[in-house]
């Protein structure tokens, strides 16, 4: 087995595919590492394959389009402990791979190339790519899923074939790069990075990167991949404001700033209660789904809370909401008789009605998302 195998995506590259396989090969050769050069034609009508070919690398031609399919396709076909991938836009540097190699052979799972560190040369990156995007989405990377990784979207990286194989990588477009770093933060593996040079790439013609699209592809699945801050966060902050409106408003209008404050405050205080309490079981469904089809990794401390929380648990607690908000609505139906079924103060019955109607709702929404988790975790076991 070789130890090393360098793969390309490549989409129409025949300005620069063969320059990137040449030093790539120069790098084994000079290196002494036993490897291989594979290029991942994603259905190149240039001449990019049969110039890839001339240069000596094995080409694998990948059906489905898409950056993340390339790299699957190509990283499937490897025949090595390790892979080190990197675009075919003569961008970066593939005789010079060797800090790669001595990471992973220190044991790294996941070596990323580091290009703030490096440096990045005039033109080689658009500012919008510098200054916004970039850092932006790295940061929020390491926020949501506490990853050492600074440069998250480096095209040149390493990783241990074994590695590879527990991501379990699904997505086929360019979010495929951010999918690596989450699943091998989210796995505990070891994560290194190396300072690599960003050069101008050798095209002529536009990138097939699109800034815009792409920048959200990769937003949305920052936010899909950590139901906490898509869901979790959000939900209990205005569970959490909700609460504290409401209990500010329940004894009497208020009057703050010179602004006065009633019952249609209140009414929109229990509201956000209620959107709040249904992203946070957005969130758990979310995470409980995930990790049965395998997208997320297990969550011992979700999965303990589940086996604690029963059904049987969530059907009381459920059903003590609904009776109480059930017991608040006779009472003002009862209010309501003894002024004969006519008009009443609005200011104060709606101090009573509105607390029931979000008892009565929470106690439903718990009563039926125990049995949707329930019937998750019969999947689970």
């Not at 540097?93 to 044991?107: A, C, H, I, T, W």
Request: hydrophobic residues 50%; aromatic residues 10%.
């Amino acid at each position: 087995m070789n130890e090393v195998s360098i793969v390309m995506p490549c989409l129409n590259e025949a300005e620069t595919i063969a320059t990137c396989v040449a030093k790539a090969r120069r790098f084994l050769a000079e290196s002494g590492v036993a490897g291989e050069v594979i290029v991942a034609d994603n259905g190149s009508t240039d001449g990019s394959r049969q110039l890839a070919e001339a240069a000596g690398a094995r080409v694998v031609a990948v059906a489905e389009r898409g950056y993340g399919s390339a790299l699957q396709g190509g990283i499937a076909a490897a025949r090595s402990r390790f892979v080190i991938m990197g675009d075919a836009d003569d961008s970066y540097d593939f005789s010079n791979l060797m800090p790669f190699v001595e990471k992973l052979r220190e044991g790294f799972d996941l070596v990323m190339g580091d290009r703030f560190a490096g440096g990045i040369q005039p033109g080689a990156m658009p500012p919008l790519h510098r200054f916004l995007g970039n850092p932006i989405l790295s940061a929020i990377g390491r926020l949501f899923f506490r990853s050492p990784v600074r440069d998250f979207h480096c095209g040149l990286r390493a990783f241990r074939t074994e590695a590879y194989e527990r991501m379990k990588l699904r997505t086929t477009g360019m979010e495929f790069a951010s999918e690596m770093v989450v699943k091998a933060t989210l796995l505990g593996m070891r994560v290194g990075e190396v300072p690599i040079v960003l050069h101008p790439d050798g095209r002529s013609r536009a990138p097939h990167l699109r800034s815009w699209r792409d920048g959200w592809r990769h937003l949305r699945f920052l936010l899909l991949y950590s139901p906490r801050w898509l869901f979790l966060y959000p939900g209990m902050l205005l569970m959490l404001a909700g609460a504290a409106v409401s209990g500010w408003l329940l004894p009497r209008p208020r009057t703050f700033a010179g602004v006065g404050f009633d019952v249609q405050t209140l009414l929109y205080a229990g509201m956000a209660i209620l959107i709040g309490f249904q992203a946070v079981l957005f969130a758990i469904f979310t995470k409980v789904f995930a990790m049965n089809a395998g997208l997320l990794p297990a969550d011992r401390k979700l999965q303990s809370a589940l086996r604690n929380v029963t059904l049987e648990a969530g059907l009381i607690v459920g059903a003590l909401l609904f009776l109480f908000g059930l017991a608040g609505s006779l009472y003002a139906v009862d209010i309501w008789g003894a002024a004969r079924f006519g008009g009443l103060d609005p200011s104060q019955t709606l101090r009573l009605i509105i607390p029931a109607v979000v008892c009565l709702t929470l106690g439903c929404e718990i009563i039926l998302s125990s049995f949707f988790l329930s019937v998750l975790g019969l999947q689970r076991r």
